[in-house]
């Protein structure tokens, strides 16, 4: 038997379902399959509109497809399924020259009956890159879109994410994304006057109606130094960022820390360690 490369302790299993109408054809592969510790057989099915009715409640990432079988067959079930839905699929069949057909049908891999140890291993290392490649691209559109949402922009494509100048071109932006449970408030800079942490959050006081506002939002305070460009917002304390434009007088203290008063009146402590802002504040 072929030497089989174990899953790590934190590699997510591979839910798989066999559908074939033949039932030695299912007991062996699932025979064989016990030999992999990462694939878990979550179903089996004697034809293909059953896979089909089952799968939401599945939710394979695999399918062993028999390729002929009465009524729906393998093709016409992957034709059935919907896209957002298709897991990565095996063909398996005794005829090898579906072979073009199942690669052309975008199939990881297929498997001539009876199914051999050594080509199941290796069809299952392609499931494997296959499925990891899946599971990087659709992290990598989920971080698009949420770097689009936070820009206030369209999604952005990977190539214009990955332009050096992409995080500064955010920062220039006139808006800040905060998000708020399930919506996110884009507030406008200008209106920003101090920025400090209570805790694990972060309160962002801008201009209100009433004389002042507050935003409550949970994040860090290397997480807002980054949406943020330092030459506009300095951070002046390891707890306070500060909007620049509203500073409007800076007096010295005997200790070496200054306070600034803001236009607002608010007055703010700039700390020794952040004295190198002086520049930007004066």
């Known amino acids: 038997m072929a030497t089989v490369p174990q899953a790590g302790p934190r590699a997510r299993r591979l839910r798989a379902v066999i559908v074939d109408d033949e039932p030695l ?108 490649q899946r599971d990087a691209g659709a992290h990598c559109e989920h971080l698009l879109e949420l770097l689009g949402e936070l820009s206030g922009k369209p999604p952005l494509r990977l190539d214009e994410a990955l332009r050096p100048d992409a995080i500064e071109q955010l920062r220039r932006d006139d808006k800040l994304a905060v998000r708020d449970g399930q919506r996110t408030v884009r507030v406008d800079l200008r209106s920003i006057r101090w920025i400090d942490a209570a805790g694990d959050y972060m309160c962002i006081h801008v201009d209100g109606s009433g004389g002042g506002d507050t935003l409550i939002l949970r994040a860090t305070m290397r997480e807002m130094e980054q949406q943020l460009d330092p030459a506009r917002f300095p951070r002046i304390h390891r707890s306070t960022i500060v909007n620049a434009a509203r500073v409007v007088e800076l007096r010295p203290h005997s200790n070496g820390e200054s306070f600034l008063r803001l236009d607002c009146g608010q007055e703010l402590k700039l700390s020794r360690s952040h004295r190198d802002k002086l520049s930007i504040l004066l």
Not at 43 to 66: E, H, K, N, T, V
Not at 95 to 107: K, L, N
Not at 116 to 127: G, H, I, N, P, T
């Open 25 to 132: 054809a299912r007991r062996g592969l699932e025979i064989r399959l016990q030999a992999h510790p990462d694939v878990e057989i979550v179903g089996q099915y004697g034809d293909g509109a059953s896979a089909i009715a089952a799968l939401r409640a599945d939710r394979p990432d695999l399918m062993f497809l028999d390729v002929q079988m009465p009524g729906v067959d393998g093709f016409e079930t992957l034709r059935r399924i919907p896209s957002n839905e298709m897991p990565l699929i095996v063909f398996v069949t005794a005829f090898d020259h579906y072979a073009i057909r199942a690669f052309e049908a975008s199939a990881a891999d297929y498997l001539l009956k009876p199914v051999e140890d050594s080509r199941l291993a290796q069809a299952l290392a392609r499931v494997r890159e296959a499925r990891a």
